[in-house]
């Protein structure tokens, strides 16, 4: 091909380019303008929060609440002292189930409210506070290998299997509890 044809070439295809940019740049926003989807972001809009913040459904990483408060008031907030002795008796919850299992204090509140929801799509009310106490006191063994998540799902399924509370709990202990070595006869 003789050189003037490809130097033609290029600036034809340099013209097109930048009238498709052009193209691009002046239709696109008209375009997605029409469609039924919501327009598509960087990052998503964050949610108001009451002024407590505690009407989300999950504690998120970097929130102000502390693990305790969320487990006992993540439905209706409410103002507490760190005196207070239901913060203290789930902290004292908290912080056994967290040397227990390994997980962060926030991800084991998470669970312990996210299994007190789904209990309650069940019509089996139980406190997240009571459901931490519970699942803490099942495992006998500091750092064994399963989760607090793992117990907790293990706990939902026994109580979907209509096993009452203390059955349940029964059953967990003996799964998850302190385990005995057998001697090996050195």
């Given at each position: 091909?003789?050189?003037?044809r490809?130097?033609?070439?290029?600036?034809?295809?340099?013209?097109l380019?930048?009238?498709?940019?052009?193209?691009?740049?002046v239709?696109?926003?008209?375009?997605?303008?029409?469609?039924?989807?919501p327009a598509v972001?960087?990052?998503?809009?964050?949610?108001?929060?009451?002024?407590?913040g505690?009407?989300?459904?999950w504690l998120e990483i970097?929130?102000?609440?502390?693990p305790?408060?969320?487990?006992?008031?993540?439905?209706?907030?409410?103002?507490?002292?760190?005196?207070d002795?239901?913060?203290?008796?789930v902290?004292?919850h908290?912080?056994?189930?967290?040397?227990i299992?390994r997980?962060?204090?926030?991800?084991?509140?998470?669970?312990?409210?996210?299994l007190?929801?789904?209990?309650?799509?069940?019509?089996?009310q139980e406190?997240?506070?009571?459901?931490?106490?519970?699942?803490?006191?099942?495992?006998g063994e500091i750092?064994?290998?399963e989760?607090?998540?793992?117990?907790?799902?293990h706990?939902?399924?026994?109580r979907?299997?209509?096993?009452d509370?203390?059955?349940?709990?029964a059953?967990?202990?003996?799964?998850y509890?302190?385990?005995?070595?057998?001697?090996?006869?050195d």
């Amino acid at each position: 091909m003789p050189s003037w044809r490809a130097s033609s070439n290029c600036k034809r295809n340099s013209s097109l380019s930048k009238r498709g940019v052009f193209i691009v740049i002046v239709f696109a926003p008209l375009l997605s303008a029409c469609s039924d989807e919501p327009a598509v972001q960087g990052k998503p809009a964050k949610t108001p929060q009451s002024s407590s913040g505690l009407d989300r459904q999950w504690l998120e990483i970097h929130s102000s609440i502390k693990p305790a408060q969320w487990v006992l008031d993540w439905r209706h907030p409410k103002e507490r002292s760190a005196s207070d002795e239901e913060m203290q008796r789930v902290q004292k919850h908290l912080t056994a189930a967290h040397s227990i299992y390994r997980e962060s204090e926030r991800m084991i509140a998470n669970r312990a409210v996210q299994l007190e929801q789904m209990l309650a799509k069940l019509n089996v009310q139980e406190s997240a506070a009571n459901i931490l106490e519970d699942i803490s006191s099942v495992a006998g063994e500091i750092g064994q290998t399963e989760g607090f998540g793992a117990v907790s799902q293990h706990y939902y399924i026994l109580r979907s299997g209509k096993y009452d509370r203390e059955a349940a709990l029964a059953l967990l202990k003996q799964r998850y509890g302190t385990r005995t070595v057998k001697s090996t006869g050195d």
